[in-house]
């Protein structure tokens, strides 16, 4: 293998039971859009409904019926909206859907779906949804129009930044969400995502958390103390030279004056999700020492300097922790965040899913094994 994500799946499992206390108890939707932040979404959604997790999130009809087709039984949402005509498939596959506005009610209305629905209010997200006194009408009108609304909810914009206006921004948006609390035949109300998990869960409104990005150990400021981190990136040495000669290195000749120093390639690039904002500057770690990018990270491999003491036994072949405990620091140097990380792992990288640190699963190009 050249180069794989590990998924450690015991440390997913310490980090549900934590997330469950995290939230005072709260049932868990585990929001796996995205291909599950790149970790693999059937197969994510499978580990999770075995333990214990009875309700998915999704962005989209494609990703659910994805979890459709591959015997996902559970209880699955999809959060980021639906059209209209997209409405009968997902009656047909048993998706729960998202209500932003009141065409979708008359359609489903029209067209005697019978659709569970989420009711989203906008609390100060500013994406889709009614205000708030907007959705306690659609709420009512759907009563009236016999629809199953087993859902209210809101999303929170800046839940993981601690600065002071952010806090308020946030407290403001669950202020405005108390307003139903109190709707005890509506099975789900929900507004806390993974910052709201860590920072507000005492709040009394919701009986349902939105867990996406905590449930790797990470979210949006670094990395969890409590939690144990699921995600690592991994590569290997392909090639090693002593740099004889003052050639530069890679593309766009920026790694320059390395001559007499030992080269390593790597079988990581940009095509593989690894971002070519850390050329020349970023670093990967080889035997638990830290070694610099050399020139430009390209499609597919990448160069690093070995420093001088691990020089005497690296060999063709070795592991290389890419991205891993670092993964906070390396999103701020690129400018960007963990889940754009996550999520801009490409198709080829494989995805090695561990069982007490063994692999369990390997799902890869050429299929699963
Ligand atoms: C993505 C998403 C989440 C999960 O966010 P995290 O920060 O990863 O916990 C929750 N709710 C909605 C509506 C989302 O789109």
Redesign the pocket.
């Known amino acids: 293998m050249r180069t794989w994500a590990e998924i450690d799946l015991d440390n997913l499992e310490y980090n549900i039971k934590k997330i469950k206390e995290l939230s005072h108890d709260r049932d868990i939707m585990a929001?796996i859009?995205a291909d599950a932040y790149g970790m693999g979404a059937v197969t994510i959604a499978k580990e999770l409904s075995e333990m214990g997790v009875k309700i998915f999130?999704v962005s989209s009809l494609e990703e659910g019926i994805e979890l459709r087709n591959n015997g996902i039984k559970d209880e699955i949402l999809i959060?980021?909206g639906t059209f209209n005509e997209e409405l009968e498939e997902a009656e047909k596959k048993n998706l729960q859907v998202t209500l932003t506005d009141l065409s979708q009610i008359n359609y489903i209305f029209d067209k005697k779906l019978s659709l569970k629905v989420h009711i989203k209010v906008d609390t100060g997200m500013g994406r889709v949804g009614f205000t708030v006194e907007e959705g306690k009408k659609a709420i009512d009108i759907c009563k009236e129009k016999n629809i199953n609304v087993v859902g209210i909810y809101s999303?929170l914009s800046v839940s993981?930044e601690s600065d002071e206006e952010s806090i308020n921004y946030t407290k403001n948006q669950l202020k405005k969400f108390k307003e139903f609390e109190k709707l005890e035949e509506i099975k789900y109300i929900h507004i806390l995502?993974?910052?709201g998990i860590l920072k507000f869960s005492e709040i009394p409104q919701s009986n349902l958390v939105?867990?996406?990005?905590?449930m790797y150990g990470v979210?949006?400021e670094g990395i969890v103390e409590n939690l144990k981190r699921v995600f690592t990136l991994k590569s290997r040495i392909l090639f090693l030279k002593e740099l004889k000669e003052d050639i530069d290195i890679s593309y766009g000749r920026v790694g320059k004056g390395y001559k007499n120093d030992l080269i390593a390639t790597i079988t990581v690039g940009y095509a593989d999700g690894f971002r070519r904002e850390l050329s020349n500057k970023g670093t990967v770690e080889i035997h638990g020492v830290s070694c610099k990018i050399v020139g430009k990270v390209c499609m597919d491999m990448l160069m690093v300097k070995i420093p001088d003491e691990i020089r005497s036994h690296v060999n063709v072949g070795d592991e290389v922790v890419v991205m891993g405990e670092d993964i906070f620091q390396k999103s701020k140097m690129v400018g960007s965040s963990i889940?754009e990380l996550f999520t801009g792992l490409s198709r080829r990288v494989s995805r090695v899913y561990l069982k007490k640190g063994k692999p369990h699963l390997v799902n890869s190009l050429i299929g699963k094994y």
């Open positions: 929001i859009k999130g959060l980021a999303h993981d995502n993974s910052g939105r867990a996406g990005i905590i979210y949006g889940y």
